[in-house]
C-alpha cells in the first residue's frame, strides 16, 4: 500500500510563500510522475504542477505562471512544492499524488492534502 502524507500547509498573508512536502515511504510502482493537485472549497480538484521520476522534468498548470516550483529528493523520497507570490485564490487543500499528467483521473495514490490558506 502506497502511503503519501503531505505537510507544510497553514495560514499567510497575500504575497508570502509556503514550501509544502510530501513523503512516502516506497515509491509508487509504475509511476511516471508525481503530481500536487488542489481542491477549494465547492470546487473541482485541478492540477497545479508535476515531475517526473526518470528525468525530473516539472511541468505546471497555467495559472501557476512562476510562481510555484515543483522538485523532488529521490534519496528522501520527498518531493516538494514551493509556492511564492501566494494569492487569496491560491487557498484550497493541496494533495499529492503518483501518477501522470494533469488530470486526476491519471492519478492512482493520493495523501490525505493539506490545508494552504492565503489572506488578503
Known amino acids: 500500500q502506497v502511503h503519501l502524507v503531505e505537510s507544510g500547509g497553514g495560514l499567510v498573508q497575500a504575497g508570502g510563500s509556503l514550501r509544502l512536502s510530501c513523503v512516502f515511504a516506497?515509491?509508487?510502482?509504475?509511476?511516471?510522475?508525481m503530481g500536487w493537485f488542489r481542491q477549494a472549497p465547492g470546487k473541482e480538484r485541478e492540477f497545479v504542477a508535476a515531475?517526473?521520476?526518470?528525468?525530473?522534468?516539472?511541468y505546471y498548470a497555467t495559472f501557476v505562471q512562476g510562481r510555484f516550483t515543483v522538485s523532488r529528493d529521490n534519496v528522501k523520497n520527498t518531493v516538494y512544492l514551493q509556492m511564492n507570490s501566494l494569492k487569496p485564490e491560491d487557498t484550497a487543500v493541496y494533495y499529492c499524488?503518483?501518477?501522470?499528467?494533469?488530470?486526476?483521473?491519471?492519478?492512482?495514490?493520493w495523501g490525505q492534502g493539506t490545508q494552504v490558506t492565503v489572506s488578503s
Open positions: 515531475i517526473t521520476w526518470s528525468s525530473g522534468f516539472p
Open positions: 516506497v515509491r509508487p510502482r509504475g509511476a511516471y510522475a
Open positions: 499524488a503518483s501518477g501522470a499528467g494533469d488530470a486526476a483521473q491519471y492519478y492512482d495514490y
